[in-house]
């Protein structure tokens, strides 16, 4: 059989101007709609959310599990992270300003970046990395097994039953573990530089409370209940939406994690330029 001329398809039909074009423009066209075909499906997802987080039936046995492991099976791994971050920063810190005769404003720096930056931004990250994969490797694993679809058969709708508990306890717990996070980081900070560092511990201690408000404390809060928010929706989208059984289910949990890590830092940005009221957006 003679071969097909070069410019036939496989299937002896002429290849046509537009297949060219198409091919040409795709890998230009296809990031961007990708990326808008995502806001749209985060949309939906928001909107489903919301909607079915403010209409019965309201089952507060499901919001207090959630709580119980986003907030109290987290408590461990956030205070040894914060522990150890107030604890290398104030080694490097106090190193640094006793070239210039200022170890004295460690206390101050540390407590204010603890306060505003490092605790609520270490502990959304350790929420994601333990919670926020283990939600999304749930959800997606109910997906694939059609257990999602067996609530749906049952009545049950389920953003409401899977996600809106998660959702508002993330909201809610991952500020508190940020107040942990700080606290356990001002003790790791004291720990070194007083003991090992040599920094005056009434001078520390005075810095900290002359300098930290509760304003600071505040901004912390609100970015880590913005930062538990937006960990949670993205586990649970990617999660809600899993394909290809069980490696749709690991690649789901690989997506999730990466993408609220990289949101948290982006948010924090965006919140930081917000509240400082510069024009850095």
Same mark, same amino acid.
């Given at each position: ?9 496989? #299937? %002896?039909?002429?290849? $046509?101007?537009? *297949? ?12 961007? !709609? ?5 806001? %749209? ?23 207090? /599990? ?15 992270? $914060?522990?150890f971050v107030g604890g290398v920063f104030s080694l490097q810190l106090i190193t640094a300003l006793r070239a210039? %005769?200022?170890?004295?404003? *460690?206390? *101050? ?36 097994? #059609? ?25 809610? @717990?991952?500020?508190? !573990? ?10 790791? @900070? ?6 090992? !560092?040599?920094?005056? $511990? ?12 509760? /304003? ?11 930062? %538990?928010?937006?960990?949670? !929706? ?15 289910? $690991?690649? @789901?949990? #690989?997506?999730?994690?990466?993408? *609220? ?6 948010? /924090?940005?965006?919140l930081t330029a917000i509240i400082i009221g510069n024009d850095l957006l």
């Amino acid at each position: 059989m003679a071969d097909a001329a070069p410019n036939e398809e496989p #299937n %002896g039909e002429p290849q $046509g101007l537009g *297949a060219v074009v198409k091919a040409a423009i795709a890998p230009v066209v296809d990031p961007p !709609m990708t990326a808008l075909a995502e806001v %749209g499906v985060m949309a939906r997802l928001l909107y489903e959310t919301f909607m079915w987080a403010i209409r019965p039936p309201y089952r507060f046995y499901l919001l207090i /599990d959630a709580l119980e492991f986003l907030g109290v099976q987290s408590i461990f791994i956030v205070g040894l992270t $914060g522990t150890f971050v107030g604890g290398v920063f104030s080694l490097q810190l106090i190193t640094a300003l006793r070239a210039f %005769g200022a170890e004295s404003q *460690a206390g *101050a720096a540390i407590g204010l970046a603890l306060a505003r930056e490092l605790a609520p931004v270490f502990s959304a990250l350790m929420i994601t990395s333990r919670a926020g994969s283990a939600m999304a490797t749930e959800i997606a694993s109910m997906r694939v097994t #059609n257990q999602i679809d067996a609530l749906t058969t049952m009545s049950v709708n389920p953003v409401q039953y899977l996600i809106v508990p998660r959702v508002i306890a993330a909201t809610i @717990a991952t500020p508190i !573990m940020a107040l942990l996070a700080f606290l356990v980081g001002i003790g790791g @900070a004291y720990l070194v530089g007083v003991y090992i !560092m040599g920094v005056d $511990g009434g001078i520390f201690f005075a810095k900290v409370t002359w300098n930290v408000d509760v /304003d600071d404390v505040l901004q912390g809060l609100v970015k880590a209940a913005v930062f %538990g928010f937006a960990l949670t !929706m993205i586990a649970c989208r990617h999660g809600f939406y899993a394909t290809g059984g069980a490696a749709g289910v $690991g690649l @789901a949990t #690989n997506r999730a994690v990466v993408q *609220a890590s990289v949101a948290i830092l982006i948010l /924090d940005y965006v919140l930081t330029a917000i509240i400082i009221g510069n024009d850095l957006l």
